[in-house]
């Protein structure tokens, strides 16, 4: 009998905690990550931290360059501009400081240059920061400008998760995470659907660390909705243990299902009709109760279970038309071909009208 050889990328290193970063020179040196550093970051709230990571850096004899993401949201331009600094400066490691759109960029072009990748996230908004993959949109427009063998990213090799920075977050930002993270519930059902309807391979190992991921947010709710280092730490751990389902799967299946293409539906929406999407976590939470209703899960509790951690539990408070959650809905099923609840021919208006209006989303 011929076994399938499978590859598994994981963090090496994962240090979280308050003061978390005073552990980065001695990490960097550990892995043996060289000398020449590229610090990248955002331009308003994550500047400020960056530059004081390249102070520290500096001080301890690295090498380090400090590169801005400026574009929002953020382009396959951005990728190339940053991957062209890389091979110019000779970078033997890259830092994303900041949120998904700054780990994004920074995960994508190392893994154009094969260079290796630390994960620094200052907000816990979305499993990306321990995760292989990247944001749908950036996705699109790699694969539409470029083509899709440059979509493919790599696992960050350390995460350092300073939760005494991240507590400073907005915090919706918390809430969004927990929303990404309820999202497997229904992620995992897609996929055992999948198996069953389509005979689709099955990583029992892979979905029991997204449910998992999903499990420490629900058993720890009250302690997320009153905030603190605590909670964070509660979040940042879920998150990480979901983008390491992803590494274990070699794809996003455990982690992303109809929920997910719903709130990428809601994506392409907002460029077609110019409305402002809300964040990702935030929409895929919403998509989940849909969803859960779709598959007779406990939708109630999911529902619950957001609207006490402070994340939106309809349209309204996403801040989006209710004809747009049902357009959207309407579509999610054309996004990718990926088997879920939502079937190949997707929701009827009336049915996804239904599903939006028993659900309390309209």
């Not at 063998?149 to 998760?161: F, G, M, Q």
């Amino acid at each position: 009998m011929r076994f399938k050889t499978e590859l598994m990328e994981f963090p090496r290193c994962v240090v979280m905690g308050a003061e978390a970063l005073r552990h980065l020179p001695s990490i960097i040196r550990k892995l043996g990550l060289g000398s020449r550093i590229q610090v990248v970051s955002g331009s308003t709230f994550t500047f400020g931290i960056a530059e004081e990571i390249c102070s520290k850096l500096s001080d301890q004899g690295f090498r380090v360059s400090h590169f801005t993401v400026k574009s929002k949201p953020v382009t396959y331009l951005s990728v190339k501009k940053l991957a062209r600094r890389l091979k110019n400066d000779g970078s033997t490691v890259v830092l994303g400081v900041g949120g998904g759109r700054v780990i994004d960029v920074a995960k994508l072009a190392s893994a154009w240059l094969d260079k290796p990748f630390i994960s620094i996230p200052t907000s816990a908004s979305h499993d990306g920061i321990a995760s292989p993959v990247v944001s749908f949109l950036l996705r699109l427009s790699v694969a539409e400008n470029m083509g899709r063998e440059y979509v493919k990213a790599r696992s960050p090799i350390a995460i350092v998760a300073d939760t005494s920075i991240i507590s400073k977050a907005p915090r919706r930002s918390l809430a969004a995470g927990c929303g990404d993270l309820i999202a497997k519930v229904v992620a995992v059902s897609d996929w055992l659907l999948a198996r069953k309807v389509r005979g689709e391979e099955y990583s029992e190992y892979a979905a029991a660390m997204a449910l998992m991921a999903a499990n420490i947010v629900k058993a720890g709710a009250d302690l997320i909705r009153a905030g603190g280092e605590k909670a964070v730490r509660t979040v940042v751990k879920a998150l990480i243990g979901s983008g390491v389902s992803m590494s274990i799967a070699g794809s996003s299946r455990p982690a992303s299902g109809a929920e997910h293409l719903f709130s990428h539906s809601l994506d392409l929406l907002s460029l077609k009709y110019g409305f402002e999407h809300a964040e990702h976590g935030m929409q895929c939470g919403v998509g989940t109760i849909m969803m859960a209703y779709l598959h007779k899960l406990d939708w109630r509790e999911i529902r619950g279970f957001l609207a006490k951690v402070g994340a939106p539990v309809n349209a309204k408070q996403l801040g989006i038309e209710p004809e747009y959650v049902v357009e959207a809905l309407t579509q999610a099923h054309r996004i990718r071909p990926r088997y879920t609840i939502l079937g190949v021919r997707g929701l009827s208006r009336e049915k996804a009208e239904e599903v939006a209006s028993e659900t309390e989303v309209i």
